[in-house]
């Protein structure tokens, strides 16, 4: 085991692929002698040199419809995008050509195209380069979505979305980056998609949590055990696909429910979950199934409006004695 930062895991990751395997490259802005907005490949250009990480115009439409050409083409591109806000401005390639293009061709065609970025709030970005938007991508079949919340999850999770003959839109968070942990030192190390991780066990109440909100939910949960509250905390690691049983199985020993995200509440990842619960695990509720997400505004600049809109650790405090006390 190494103690590893989130970005330093991501990096090794893309190194280790790219010594394993010559076909996977990196392309995006700013990816090479910048190293990219939060230094995620770092010094790469120094060693696989321009043709493997490769700057492109600032046009995400074409620079991710050109990853899926060399996709097809037999090529193994990691796409990374500076905000995961821009994914926007290439939405008819994403929804329309990555996410069809295998279905389209009977199974045949193989689409091994990573792309990924940050999101979130923490650094005053401000509305267009702060917001959270995994679950519009969760609606569109053919694209898996991976969100990793530790170090040891981003390695373990790109190495397998890079290996993957699918494409994958790979979430991190602005705020992680600097945040560090154990991360094993076997260059084979991943993390199978669809398998949620139980971060802390309890038999009071569950809250399913990710990203950033896994560490804001673990805050939460050491402060509600000193009122005597058993928190049992989950992270999906990935929405598609989606491990369901794990979920479930821990609702069957709860009864209770705290679903929180950074997303807007309206139409987030945590209406879907709660869906799922209500539809197949609704006999073991003891309360109706709690959301937690951003109001209903766009992000704002300052830190202090910032921290209002989205969800905060006395809010899930607060969640949690509703679900139980209500």
């Known amino acids: 085991m190494s103690i590893k930062s989130y970005a330093q895991a991501i990096k090794d990751v893309i190194s280790e692929e790219m010594d394993r395997d010559e076909s996977v490259f990196v392309m995006g802005e700013d990816v090479a002698e910048a190293g990219g907005i939060f230094g995620c490949t770092r010094g790469l250009v120094e060693k696989f040199g321009k043709e493997r990480i490769r700057n492109t115009p600032i046009s995400e439409a074409g620079f991710v419809g050109a ?7 037999g090529m193994r591109p990691i796409v990374e995008l500076m905000y995961m ?24 065609a193989k689409i091994p195209l990573v792309i990924r970025g940050q999101q979130g709030v923490g650094r ?123 979920i479930i199985n821990s609702v069957k020993k709860t009864g209770r429910v705290v679903v929180v995200h950074e997303a807007h509440k309206t139409c987030g990842v945590g209406a879907e979950i709660s869906a799922m619960i209500t539809e197949e695990a609704f006999k073991y509720l003891d309360a109706p199934v709690l959301r937690l997400g951003a109001k209903a505004c766009p992000l704002p600049f300052n830190p202090n409006l910032e921290n209002a809109v989205v969800p905060q650790e006395e809010d899930i405090i607060q969640a949690v004695n509703s679900v139980l006390y209500r």
Not at 86 to 108: C, E, H, P, S, W
């Open 67 to 73: 990853g899926l050409g060399a996709a097809c083409a």
């Open 85 to 108: 806000d821009f994914t926007f401005v290439a939405m008819d390639q994403i929804l329309n050509q990555v996410a069809k293009t295998r279905y389209v061709f009977g199974g045949k």
């Open 124 to 246: 005053g970005n401000a509305a267009t380069h702060s917001q959270s938007v995994e679950a519009i991508f969760m609606h569109f079949p053919g694209i898996k979505v991976a969100m990793p919340s530790s170090p040891a999850d981003a390695a373990g999770l790109l190495r397998t979305a890079i290996r993957d003959d699918n494409p994958v839109l790979f979430f991190e968070h602005k705020a992680l980056y600097v945040t560090k942990g154990e991360v094993p030192d076997d260059p084979d190390f991943a993390i199978p998609f669809g398998e949620a991780k139980i971060v802390k066990e309890g038999k009071d109440v569950t809250i399913i949590a990710s990203l950033l909100y896994v560490n804001k939910a673990l805050a939460a949960a050491e402060k509600l055990q000193a009122q005597g509250i058993d928190a049992e905390i989950i992270d999906p690691r990935t929405l598609v696909p989606f491990d369901k049983d794990t």
